[in-house]
């Protein structure tokens, strides 16, 4: 069982909004996952969050030997740096 940390889809048309999730990688994009570990928001306006990720879950699946896609690394290496 592989597993990956990836972005799955969800919102409105034209106003996407992603959650940060554990799941296998056979999985659909928007199927099963093994746990929510936050969200992005690509079009937060104002004072909206524009993301929030759960840096010590990532570490454990990290661990666990789960695979990071390029948008769910860059979105940790964020949430470290705020």
Do not use: C
Not at 36 to 51: I, M, S, W
Not at 56 to 62: N, S
């Amino acid at each position: 069982m592989a597993l990956k940390i990836r972005l799955q889809r969800y919102g409105a048309k034209h106003s996407p909004s992603y959650r940060v999730v554990v799941a296998e990688a056979s999985a659909r994009r928007d199927g099963r996952s093994v746990e929510v570990l936050g969200f992005y928001n690509p079009v937060a306006k104002g004072n909206a969050e524009k993301f929030k990720l759960d840096v010590e879950r990532a570490d454990y699946w990290v661990s666990k030997g789960a695979q990071l896609t390029d948008t769910a690394r860059y979105l940790l290496k964020q949430s470290r740096k705020a």
